[in-house]
């Protein structure tokens, strides 16, 4: 269809540089004389990108590319500075507490083991280029945790230390939610309270099938866009998508 065939030019322009963040995106006038085109086509490209986050559009101002996010594989363990390597930036970690605590009810159940048992929590900020981008609000069974009482946390990946001491990530678990900005994530982050923030709730089992991690992940949502990979279409859909409560029950 043209729309797409328009879609996928100003996609291709966007992505190579030629149109950058910040510039104006051609009017819908001149897409129509230079697609010979009506408007109808042109305005369900744009609103193709739009959907996409690649432009803004706001009323009574021409369409505009939108600022560059980073994008994070969420169907992959990826430890974050590997990840932030690829993309060509600068990762970064301030560790704010790491801690041996007794497991309340919640930490318990997360990760099977008994309330009161002990657990390790480390609270780490993330920075891309220096800019506060992600915390770490990470919790470890005793055993793993404490192998990170003997290393600087701010200047090694977590994942591939853990792996180096052999506790390899074998299956890791992920949930993407959205939830306000609390205090601790407002300090860190340099977001006002009660922002919408990203958050990747991570479970980790090792080799032997047993969890050694819960842990979860805040982003930022104005620097972070999480992308999701899939191939093919499966009949049954409920072991990735699936609602929260009972959706469409009667009210009690």
Not at 11 to 18: L, N
Not at 96 to 105: G, P, T
Not at 127 to 152: C, K, N, Q, S, Y
Request: hydrophobic share 40%; aromatic share 6%.
């Amino acid at each position: 269809m043209l729309y797409v065939q328009i879609a996928d030019d100003l996609r291709r322009k966007i992505v190579s540089g030629e149109l950058s963040p910040g510039d104006d995106v051609p009017s819908e006038g001149e897409l129509a004389e230079l697609w010979r085109s009506s408007r109808g086509p042109i305005r369900n490209a744009l609103a193709a990108l739009r959907n996409e986050g690649l432009i803004e559009t706001r009323r009574g101002r021409p369409a505009r590319v939108a600022e560059r996010k980073a994008q994070q594989a969420a169907d992959v363990s990826i430890p974050f500075t590997r990840w932030a390597e690829s993309m060509g930036t600068t990762p970064g970690a301030l560790t704010q507490e790491v801690s041996l605590r007794r497991a309340d009810e919640e930490k318990a159940a997360a990760l099977g083991i008994a309330v009161g048992d002990p657990i390790v929590e480390v609270v780490r900020l993330r920075l891309l280029d220096g800019r506060p981008t992600m915390l770490e609000r990470l919790t470890f069974i005793e055993e793993v945790g404490r192998a990170l009482f003997d290393v600087d946390l701010d200047t090694i990946s977590i994942t591939e230390y853990l792996n180096g001491r052999g506790y390899g990530y074998q299956d890791v678990d992920h949930e993407i939610d959205a939830v306000a900005a609390d205090e601790l994530d407002s300090r860190l982050l340099d977001v006002e309270p009660g922002t919408p923030i990203l958050r990747l709730h991570r479970v980790t089992r090792g080799p032997d099938g047993r969890i050694f991690e819960a842990s979860d992940d805040r982003y930022r949502s104005d620097i972070i866009r999480f992308t999701v990979s899939a191939s093919g279409r499966a009949r049954e859909g409920g072991h990735f998508i699936r609602a929260i409560g009972a959706i469409g029950a009667e009210p009690a």
